[in-house]
C-alpha cells in the first residue's frame, strides 16, 4: 500500500478499532475553532492466519480534525495504570446548518479506558509519519515510534503551509 494520507472522504473505508492514541493536541484557530490533533498508531491491515495468531501493519500517524468546536472530553483513568487509550470505534452524524454548510458530531470511543471525545467538525485528515511496520501487537513501542520527525517539524494541514506551531496545549 502506497497511500500515506486519507481524509473523511475515506471515512467509511477506514478502521479505527484497536488504535492507539498516544497523545493529542489542541491547537488554537479563528473564531473560537481549532484543530485537535490525534497522535496515534493507526493499523493498516490486521493479518491474521488460520492458526488465529495475528500480526498487525501499523504505522505513526497524525489523525487531525479542523475547525473543531463544542469539544468534550471525559477518560477514566481510575484504578488502572496509565498507558495509551485503544479507540473502539469513530462514528459521526450529519448535522447540515444551511444547504451550503454542513459538519459532522464526531464521537470517539476509547475501549480502554472508559471514555469518549465528543465535538462538532466538518472533516479531518490521516496521515502517516512513517513507513507501516509488521509488529505483534496493535501498537508501536516507544523506541519503534521514535522514528517520528525531529521535533519542531510541524502537522501539516490540508492546505499543507502550516508554518510554526501556534499557541497549543499538549495533553
Known amino acids: 500500500m502506497n497511500q500515506t494520507t486519507w481524509t473523511c472522504a475515506d471515512f467509511e473505508s477506514l478502521c479505527w478499532h484497536d488504535n492507539h492514541v498516544h497523545g493529542f493536541m489542541i491547537r488554537e484557530g479563528d473564531y473560537g475553532a481549532g484543530q485537535l ?26 489523525l487531525v480534525f479542523e475547525e473543531v468546536t463544542n469539544l468534550l472530553i471525559g477518560i477514566d483513568f481510575r484504578g488502572i495504570s496509565m498507558g495509551p487509550l485503544s479507540i473502539g470505534e469513530i462514528r459521526r452524524e450529519t448535522i447540515e446548518h444551511t444547504e451550503q454548510f454542513r459538519q459532522y458530531r464526531w464521537t470517539i ?4 479506558p472508559n471514555g469518549e471525545i465528543t465535538f462538532l467538525a466538518p472533516g479531518f485528515f490521516l496521515e502517516l509519519r512513517a513507513s507501516p511496520m509488521e509488529r505483534p501487537h496493535q501498537s508501536l513501542t516507544w523506541e519503534e515510534r521514535q522514528r517520528l520527525p525531529a521535533a519542531g517539524q510541524t502537522i501539516r494541514p490540508d492546505d499543507r503551509s502550516l508554518s510554526a506551531p501556534a499557541r497549543r496545549s499538549t495533553f
Open 37 to 62: 490533533i490525534l497522535d496515534l498508531d493507526y493499523i493498516l491491515e490486521w493479518r491474521c492466519g488460520v492458526d488465529k495468531i495475528c500480526s498487525f501493519m501499523l504505522a505513526p500517524a497524525d
Open 109 to 112: 470511543a476509547f475501549n480502554f
